[in-house]
């Protein structure tokens, strides 16, 4: 990764970076790539963010396809120019707002495209001018000779543009570009003086009600013209559909620069404008470029890995930064916030969050923060309750203040009763239990006016579950109907387990019974789950390896045979015992894909056998050899897939980022343990990829993970003590790590079968 920096900037690194951590190594953000997940199908953007910060500013090289959710592709030659906000890592596109693109004389209105750069505003450029680290982005817009510099704040962005020696010096500040394209019926622009511009955008995408006001300040004078579309208008402001301003510069001096601060805010300009005063009061861009280094460096030195592998340290910080990019700040400096009712409230005492895409996050990266960063993820759950008190339910993916209904399950209560059945319980725990079996009943009554997609959001399927026992796929639902229930049945768990700590007993048996329900869609002749009609049949055909069957969600009948996390015992003794699901287990990693048409399957990836590491339903699957006996198979396959599936290069992530959950996953099984079951508070042992690790524990304890003879070729654990002690079960709990101390582990090159106490006899 190249480091061509600023004079400014180096020197104000040279003397951050003078300081190491534990092994000499240098910083922690020295071995973050932000371009890995850039290429593939990753969907991550390499532009300067904060840890949750508000401001993602990054630079647009697409805007249209399932690749360009990022907006940022690393195979892509020019770019569009540089946006405010973007998403990390989903599946779906919107954002890409307030966009910004230096140019130098007189150019059309219009973007152009990747193919014919020449025929708009965009550049071209090469990865050979281009950097980027934590907190700053800089690429050399070749087309223009133009040098683009970006960092940001928690709530504002910072650009620098060197500009050519000759030439007009302009700016296009284009309220039109959205990643994905979604509509906008209004945005608007004002030229407050000769320095200052503000405006908002109003979008109608993935987020229904999507509101982005901006405020910047630029270092030099500049006459504005103000366009609707192509169009010029006269004034001072403007409302429109599409609305842009060009701005040129005079009297640039000898350094040829202009620097612009933005703030932005989903409450109004004046929010912007404070967000911009409070983070950025002076004109000193290697400032602002050092603050959110050490706000980085803070975040990433949670944890120190030892090692002398420098690839693979990238690897494990990139998957760390990627980690902390999301759910992110939606609250402005004043306390002011927008609500799921779209009500403009302000509270001094409260910090508002969005993007909580908790179908893919409750799996690990939810778990992460319970270790590395309680307070935080705290912080999280007091907002999905607030967001349940503000909309009447709990969102399962929420989204700029909307309830966009994506994706299944109600794991904003897995969120929840993970970190509550852990002892994390800064939040009111009776409207928590109240929020979570809000979420399990059909119930449509008490939902905000301005919720979209109620049929999502609420879907019938939820009442099917409660009344049938099972979701008929020939009945209204929305999603799979496997793949919803096994998800419901695992979320009422969740659910009986909270209650039953609170002594409300009558509700743990009800919750408990419901989380039997995965059992009503196994089928003995196939060993899989398979759809059901009302009248209790099977689906005909059935084919266990098509995605598109409709009763399962982003995956296959071989990849949601495995979701009962709550209940291994059960699903073992359903699938007609130990020997029976182990053969079933190893043919699900040894049994290829086959597809007619292997395009119409893009969520199936990352690939052993049926196992998909590139989607989430997958990801806890190589931990069931653990609990029947065979865990030295979940130690080769978790060596395999760190080994297969993560690596440094643009391409380095099997499948979508999904807003840390790939990443999380990999930070916790190079720790040496995994998150199988969130709600039940133990980690499973896997295959630890590091000589050392220290977790620094936000209460002031450490937990050190040592690991001897390691090596690529010893992916098998030999012994493994915990203070001491061996471990009987290849497990350890969350009290064992926050209390500090140490999980040693031996490695070597043979599986050691007998190194765990037998949980089953022969056959059971």
Same mark, same amino acid.
């Given at each position: 990764?190249?480091?061509?920096?600023?004079?400014?900037?180096?020197?104000?690194?040279?003397?951050?970076?003078?300081?190491?951590?534990?092994?000499?190594?240098?910083?922690?953000?020295?071995?973050?790539?932000?371009?890995?997940?850039?290429?593939?199908?990753?969907?991550?953007?390499?532009?300067?963010?904060?840890?949750?910060?508000?401001?993602?500013?990054?630079?647009?090289?697409? &805007?249209?396809?399932?690749?360009?959710?990022?907006?940022?592709?690393?195979?892509?030659?020019?770019?569009?120019?540089?946006?405010?906000?973007?998403?990390?890592?989903?599946?779906?596109?919107?954002?890409?707002?307030?966009?910004?693109?230096?140019?130098?004389?007189?150019?059309?209105?219009?973007?152009?495209?990747?193919?014919?750069?020449?025929?708009?505003?965009?550049?071209?450029?090469?990865?050979?001018?281009?950097?980027?680290?934590?907190?700053?982005?800089?690429?050399?817009?070749?087309?223009?000779?133009? *040098?683009?510099?970006?960092?940001?704040?928690?709530?504002?962005?910072?650009?620098?543009?060197?500009?050519?020696?000759?030439? #007009?010096?302009?700016?296009?500040?284009?309220? +039109?570009?959205?990643?994905?394209?979604?509509?906008?019926?209004?945005?608007?622009?004002?030229?407050?003086?000769?320095?200052?511009?503000?405006?908002?955008?109003?979008?109608?995408?993935?987020?229904?009600?999507?509101?982005?006001?901006?405020?910047?300040?630029?270092?030099?004078?500049?006459?504005?013209?103000?366009?609707?579309?192509?169009?010029?208008?006269?004034?001072?402001? =403007?409302?429109?559909?599409?609305?842009?301003?060009?701005?040129?510069?005079?009297?640039?001096?000898?350094?040829?620069?202009?620097?612009?601060?933005?703030?932005?805010?989903?409450?109004?300009?004046?929010?912007?404008?404070?967000?911009? !005063?409070?983070?950025?009061?002076?004109?000193?861009?290697?400032?602002?470029?050092?603050?959110?280094?050490?706000? @980085?460096?803070?975040?990433?030195?949670?944890?120190?890995?030892?090692?002398?592998? #420098?690839?693979?340290?990238?690897?494990?910080?990139?998957?760390?930064?990627?980690?902390?990019?999301?759910?992110?700040?939606?609250?402005?400096?004043?306390?002011?916030?927008?609500?799921?009712?779209?009500?403009?409230?302000?509270?001094?005492?409260?910090?508002?969050?969005?993007?909580?895409?908790?179908?893919?996050?409750?799996?690990?990266?939810?778990? &992460?923060?319970? =270790?590395?960063?309680?307070?935080? *993820?705290? !912080?999280?759950?007091?907002?999905?309750?607030?967001?349940?008190?503000?909309?009447?339910?709990?969102?399962? @993916?929420?989204?700029?203040?909307?309830?966009?209904?994506?994706?299944?399950?109600?794991?904003?209560?897995?969120?929840?009763?993970?970190?509550?059945?852990?002892?994390?319980? #800064?939040?009111?725990?009776?409207?928590?239990?109240?929020?979570?079996?809000?979420?399990?009943?059909?119930?449509?009554?008490?939902?905000?006016?301005?919720?979209?997609?109620?049929?999502?959001?609420?879907?019938?399927?939820?009442?099917?579950?409660?009344?049938?026992?099972?979701?008929?796929?020939?009945?209204?639902?929305?999603?799979?109907?496997?793949?919803?229930?096994?998800?419901?049945?695992?979320?009422?768990?969740?659910?009986?387990?909270?209650?039953?700590?609170?002594?409300?007993?009558?509700?743990?048996?009800?919750?408990?019974?419901?989380?039997?329900?995965?059992?009503?869609?196994?089928?003995?002749?196939?060993?899989?789950?398979?759809?059901?009609?009302?009248?209790?049949?099977?689906?005909?055909?059935? +084919?266990?390896?098509?995605?598109?069957?409709?009763?399962?969600?982003?995956?296959?009948?071989?990849?949601?045979? @495995?979701?009962?996390?709550?209940?291994?015992?059960?699903?073992?003794?359903?699938?007609?015992?130990?020997?029976?699901?182990?053969?079933?287990?190893?043919?699900?990693?040894?049994?290829?894909?086959?597809?007619?048409?292997?395009?119409?399957?893009?969520?199936?990836?990352?690939?052993?056998?049926?196992?998909?590491?590139?989607?989430?339903?997958?990801?806890?699957?190589?931990?069931?050899?653990?609990?029947?006996?065979?865990?030295?198979?979940?130690? !080769?396959?978790?060596?395999?897939?760190?080994?297969?599936?993560?690596?440094?290069?643009?391409?380095?992530?099997?499948?979508?980022?999904?807003?840390?959950?790939?990443?999380? @996953?990999?930070?916790?099984?190079?720790?040496?343990?995994?998150?199988?079951?969130?709600?039940?508070?133990?980690?499973?042992?896997?295959?630890?990829?590091?000589?050392?690790?220290?977790?620094?524990?936000?209460?002031?304890?450490?937990?050190?993970?040592?690991?001897?003879?390691?090596?690529?070729?010893?992916?098998?654990?030999?012994?493994?003590?915990?203070?001491?002690?061996?471990?009987?079960?290849?497990?350890?709990?969350?009290?064992?790590?926050?209390?500090?101390?140490?999980?040693?582990?031996?490695?070597?090159?043979?599986?050691?079968?007998?190194?765990?106490?037998?949980?089953?006899?022969?056959?059971?």
């Amino acid at each position: 990764m190249k480091k061509l920096f600023t004079l400014g900037t180096l020197c104000l690194l040279l003397t951050f970076f003078t300081s190491c951590n534990n092994d000499g190594k240098g910083k922690y953000i020295d071995y973050v790539n932000v371009f890995i997940g850039t290429g593939g199908h990753g969907h991550t953007f390499p532009g300067a963010t904060m840890p949750h910060g508000m401001v993602q500013l990054s630079p647009d090289t697409r &805007l249209l396809g399932w690749d360009a959710c990022g907006g940022y592709y690393f195979d892509d030659s020019s770019i569009h120019g540089f946006s405010h906000t973007h998403l990390s890592g989903t599946g779906i596109g919107d954002y890409g707002d307030i966009l910004f693109m230096p140019v130098v004389g007189k150019t059309p209105l219009v973007a152009g495209t990747d193919e014919n750069p020449d025929e708009g505003y965009r550049s071209r450029f090469s990865h050979e001018q281009e950097q980027a680290y934590p907190g700053y982005y800089q690429v050399k817009l070749l087309d223009y000779d133009i *040098n683009a510099e970006l960092t940001s704040t928690m709530r504002a962005g910072m650009h620098r543009y060197t500009y050519p020696q000759s030439g #007009d010096a302009n700016l296009i500040i284009d309220m +039109d570009p959205t990643i994905h394209g979604h509509r906008h019926p209004v945005t608007e622009i004002t030229v407050v003086n000769d320095t200052t511009i503000s405006g908002m955008k109003y979008t109608k995408g993935w987020a229904a009600n999507h509101y982005v006001y901006f405020y910047a300040v630029f270092s030099k004078p500049f006459t504005a013209q103000l366009y609707s579309a192509e169009n010029p208008v006269e004034g001072n402001s =403007i409302v429109a559909d599409t609305t842009k301003v060009v701005l040129t510069f005079k009297d640039l001096g000898a350094d040829r620069q202009v620097l612009a601060k933005v703030g932005i805010s989903s409450v109004d300009v004046d929010g912007a404008r404070k967000n911009l !005063e409070a983070e950025i009061p002076a004109w000193d861009f290697d400032q602002v470029v050092a603050d959110a280094g050490k706000a @980085w460096e803070d975040e990433l030195g949670r944890i120190d890995v030892q090692t002398k592998d #420098d690839n693979e340290r990238t690897i494990f910080y990139t998957a760390l930064y990627h980690s902390a990019i999301s759910p992110c700040v939606a609250s402005d400096v004043d306390g002011r916030y927008r609500t799921m009712d779209h009500q403009i409230v302000e509270n001094k005492d409260y910090t508002n969050y969005t993007i909580f895409s908790t179908w893919d996050t409750f799996r690990a990266l939810h778990p &992460l923060n319970t =270790i590395i960063n309680p307070s935080i *993820n705290q !912080e999280f759950i007091r907002a999905l309750l607030n967001k349940y008190d503000e909309g009447g339910i709990l969102p399962k @993916w929420e989204l700029a203040s909307n309830y966009t209904g994506t994706m299944i399950g109600y794991h904003a209560v897995s969120v929840i009763a993970d970190a509550y059945m852990k002892g994390q319980r #800064d939040y009111d725990i009776n409207k928590a239990l109240e929020a979570c079996i809000r979420s399990s009943v059909y119930d449509t009554t008490g939902l905000t006016k301005m919720l979209v997609n109620k049929g999502r959001v609420m879907p019938t399927s939820i009442k099917s579950k409660n009344e049938l026992g099972y979701i008929p796929f020939d009945k209204p639902r929305t999603g799979g109907s496997v793949a919803q229930g096994m998800e419901f049945a695992y979320n009422d768990w969740l659910i009986g387990q909270m209650a039953k700590d609170q002594g409300k007993n009558d509700i743990y048996e009800k919750y408990q019974a419901l989380s039997q329900n995965y059992k009503n869609y196994y089928d003995d002749s196939t060993g899989l789950m398979r759809g059901r009609k009302a009248d209790g049949s099977w689906r005909q055909p059935f +084919d266990p390896m098509d995605p598109h069957v409709g009763d399962y969600t982003e995956g296959n009948a071989w990849q949601w045979a @495995w979701f009962a996390p709550q209940d291994v015992d059960g699903l073992v003794a359903l699938m007609g015992g130990k020997d029976k699901f182990t053969a079933q287990l190893d043919r699900m990693f040894t049994l290829p894909l086959v597809l007619e048409d292997p395009s119409t399957a893009l969520d199936i990836t990352g690939l052993i056998g049926q196992y998909a590491h590139g989607n989430e339903p997958s990801h806890h699957i190589p931990f069931l050899y653990n609990y029947v006996d065979e865990a030295w198979k979940t130690q !080769e396959m978790v060596d395999s897939i760190m080994y297969t599936y993560y690596f440094n290069d643009p391409n380095g992530l099997s499948g979508n980022e999904d807003c840390g959950q790939m990443s999380a @996953w990999y930070v916790l099984n190079a720790l040496g343990f995994y998150s199988f079951c969130p709600g039940n508070p133990v980690y499973a042992i896997g295959r630890p990829m590091f000589d050392e690790a220290t977790i620094k524990l936000e209460n002031g304890n450490k937990f050190v993970v040592k690991v001897k003879d390691n090596s690529k070729k010893n992916k098998y654990i030999q012994s493994v003590k915990l203070n001491g002690e061996p471990l009987s079960f290849p497990e350890i709990t969350h009290a064992a790590i926050e209390a500090g101390g140490e999980l040693e582990f031996v490695m070597g090159p043979e599986p050691k079968k007998d190194l765990f106490a037998p949980r089953y006899a022969e056959n059971k």
